[in-house]
């Protein structure tokens, strides 16, 4: 099983909304990924979290907020968007990163069906 | 620094009409190509990891390639299932080795 599960699968918010999105994985993966994706572009790498921790944050403004509370779960809480900031948001999650001697094949990335998400 | 490059950005084929796209990378030092299939609007889904030149896996219909500086999709006998985006990620060896790189993608659309 390589399933990743995204929730919810389309949202539509106003600027001055706090709204959460959710991704949960049970394959015993140990580092867990945000991607954001444009239309007609490639994801775009938001944060990493290693066995829980946050190890990668890619100068992502603080309206965007993760959260890992366990292995399995990952959150990304949403305050104050602008409308550009509506896209595709991707999250994934592969048995290892690299800093922690992931090979090609563990670190191979699953990703879930992302999140639709309009900013009103 | 590093780059990932696809071609062609999009590509028309008729059903049965063997092609292959192409996925050529500078990198420091690679670690992983990866290659995913993404419908409109849904997230990427994992086809095959490569890691060394020689390397070839197949997957029904697909088979990718990996030379030092490239890696090539060989899609045989496509049908309108295929049609998709296609996307090609990268893991270098070096600081940055905690991310894919990916390409921007190819467009296929396989025409009955």
């Known amino acids: 099983d390589t399933e990743v599960t995204q929730t919810p699968k389309h949202l539509v918010m106003g600027m001055t909304n706090k709204k959460s999105l959710k991704c949960e994985q049970h394959?015993?993966?140990?580092?867990m990924y945000w991607y954001k994706q444009k239309a007609k572009k490639p994801p775009e790498l938001m944060f990493v979290?290693?066995?829980?921790?946050?190890?990668i944050n890619e100068s992502v403004p603080s309206r965007f907020s993760p959260e890992c509370p366990n292995s399995s779960l990952l959150n990304l809480h949403l305050h104050a968007l602008q409308p550009e900031d509506s896209a595709l948001y991707l999250c994934?999650?592969?048995?290892?990163?690299?800093?922690?001697?992931?090979?090609?094949?563990?670190?191979?990335?699953?990703f879930g069906q992302g999140t639709r998400l309009t900013v009103v | 620094e590093d780059q990932v490059t696809q071609s062609p950005e999009a590509l028309r084929l008729q059903e049965g009409e063997s092609s292959s796209l192409n996925c050529s990378y500078t990198v420091s030092g690679l670690r992983g190509l990866f290659w995913y299939r993404q419908d409109p609007g849904k997230g990427p889904e994992f086809l095959f990891t490569?890691?060394?030149a020689g390397e070839e896996k197949e997957k029904e219909r697909l088979k990718a390639t990996l030379t030092k500086k490239e890696s090539f999709l060989h899609i045989t006998a496509p049908k309108p299932e295929d049609s998709a985006t296609y996307l090609c990620a990268v893991q270098a060896g070096a600081d940055s080795s905690y991310k894919l790189i990916f390409g921007s993608g190819t467009r296929l659309l396989v025409r009955p």
């Open positions: 490569l890691y060394s």
């Open positions: 979290y290693s066995y829980e921790k946050l190890s």
């Open positions: 394959m015993g993966h140990r580092a």
């Open positions: 994934a999650s592969s048995p290892k990163d690299w800093y922690r001697g992931g090979t090609a094949t563990t670190t191979t990335a699953f």
